[in-house]
């Protein structure tokens, strides 16, 4: 799939079907389509929707980054890139299911995407760039030079693993990053919202949380995963998807 200058990889699961909505995964920061295992499959199975997966560039098999990542990035993804995914894909009416980073980004096209999203479930997204954060993303760089993680993610993303992991790593941590916020964004979102978090998640969720709870106009529906980490859809892959079956039952 072209967008501008790049190629991006996309999947498609499922039949797409005039007047029924699409499921749109957004993966995390350190992600790629494979690295959603059997979710989408799973998902596109119990709710009956087609389920869209792409990656954004500088993932798995989608080009390499040279250079961090901006302040801004999030909102670049979200009002710029993915309105030119949907269109290349032909895709009006669709369901925002973002882990993580993506998490951020489906809750920013809501507010800027009103008339195509319909409904959004954010994954552990990151809001607050608190203490915990920081600490989560340290012992990920830790992980990292040890050479585990590092190991893990370049069977994923190849030659462009160095570039991806510091592109995400350094900027979060530099004091640029430290006073983000996307409160205004979520002021604006109008759609149904579901919200999991897993209460075990080295980044935390209570202060993301709160974020959430305290600017959304519509109270959220929030599913609490205890024991659970940063990968609900994986960890507890069954309750993630009753929750956003339970979610698309309402748009549809």
């Not at 992600?31 to 997966?53: H, Q, R, Y």
């Not at 980073?101 to 760039?129: K, N, T, W």
């Not at 030659?159 to 979520?186: C, H, N, R, V």
């Not at 974020?211 to 980490?229: H, K, R, S, Y």
Request: hydrophobic fraction near 45%.
């Amino acid at each position: 799939m072209a967008v501008d200058s790049y190629t991006l990889r996309a999947q498609i699961i499922g039949e797409v079907t005039p007047n029924k909505p699409i499921i749109v995964l957004l993966h995390g920061g350190l992600d790629c389509i494979e690295m959603w295992k059997n979710f989408p499959v799973e998902l596109a199975t119990s709710t009956g929707l087609a389920v869209v997966v792409y990656e954004r560039f500088g993932h798995g098999k989608s080009g390499q980054l040279t250079a961090l990542r901006e302040r801004d990035y999030r909102h670049h993804e979200a009002e710029v890139v993915l309105p030119k995914v949907l269109n290349a894909l032909g895709l009006e009416k669709v369901i925002l299911v973002g882990h993580s980073d993506g998490g951020v980004m489906a809750l920013i096209a809501a507010s800027f995407l009103a008339d195509q999203v319909l409904a959004v479930c954010a994954i552990s997204p990151p809001l607050v760039i608190d203490k915990v954060v920081r600490e989560g993303i340290e012992e990920a760089v830790k992980q990292y030079e040890k050479g585990s993680l590092a190991r893990r993610l370049k069977v994923f993303h190849g030659d462009a693993t160095d570039a991806l992991f510091y592109g995400w790593a350094k900027p979060w941590l530099s004091d640029e990053f430290k006073d983000s916020s996307w409160a205004t964004d979520i002021k604006k979102v109008g759609c149904p919202v579901s919200v999991i978090f897993g209460k075990a998640d080295v980044y935390g969720y209570q202060s993301s949380l709160d974020e959430l709870l305290n600017n959304l106009n519509n109270t959220p529906d929030v599913l609490l995963l205890e024991g659970v980490g940063h990968m609900p859809h994986h960890e507890a892959q069954k309750e993630v998807i009753l929750w956003i079956k339970k979610l698309s039952n309402k748009v549809l």
